[in-house]
């Protein structure tokens, strides 16, 4: 599987971005997909996943109202909204695959992904 990341840039605070995955092989009803973010010095960090078969979502607490993740089977792609940006949403944005658990156990597996996107930079002005 590859996955590639799209849709980053530079936005004003309390701007919006929508973040684009496309996925080249074929997502299986067990598997999630997320985003990921690793602002610069910190580790990398769960942001957002959908449960492919199921459409189930799970967000950290710090984008919980603000970012809406998607799918669209027929593509093969998934989509990060982005709302009322903040100037800490800034960061490098990585999709990445999961097989065998749902959304809700992706964002637990930290670093423990089976495939990752090249990442996308957000950078929120003040």
Same mark, same amino acid.
């Given at each position: *599987?590859?996955?590639?990341? =799209?849709?980053? !840039?530079?936005?004003?605070?309390?701007?919006?971005?929508?973040?684009?995955? *496309?996925?080249?092989?074929?997502?299986? =009803?067990? +598997?999630?997909?997320g985003?990921?973010?690793?602002?610069? /010095?910190?580790?990398?960090?769960? *942001?957002?996943?959908?449960?492919?078969?199921? /459409?189930?979502?799970?967000?950290?607490?710090?984008?919980?109202g603000?970012?809406?993740? =998607?799918?669209?089977?027929? @593509?093969?792609?998934?989509?990060? %909204?982005?709302?009322?940006? @903040?100037?800490?949403? +800034?960061?490098?944005?990585?999709? !990445?695959?999961?097989?065998?658990?749902?959304? %809700?156990?992706?964002?637990?597996? !930290?670093?423990?992904?089976?495939?990752? !996107?090249? /990442?996308? %930079?957000?950078t *929120? #002005? #003040?």
């Amino acid at each position: *599987v590859q996955l590639q990341a =799209s849709g980053g !840039g530079l936005v004003q605070a309390g701007g919006s971005l929508r973040l684009s995955c *496309v996925a080249s092989g074929r997502a299986f =009803s067990s +598997t999630a997909r997320g985003w990921f973010r690793q602002a610069p /010095g910190k580790e990398r960090e769960f *942001v957002a996943a959908v449960s492919w078969g199921g /459409g189930r979502t799970y967000y950290a607490d710090s984008v919980k109202g603000r970012f809406t993740i =998607s799918r669209d089977s027929a @593509k093969n792609t998934m989509y990060l %909204q982005m709302n009322s940006l @903040k100037p800490e949403d +800034t960061a490098v944005y990585y999709c !990445g695959e999961k097989r065998g658990y749902n959304a %809700q156990a992706m964002s637990m597996m !930290g670093k423990h992904i089976d495939y990752w !996107g090249q /990442g996308t %930079q957000v950078t *929120v #002005s #003040s």
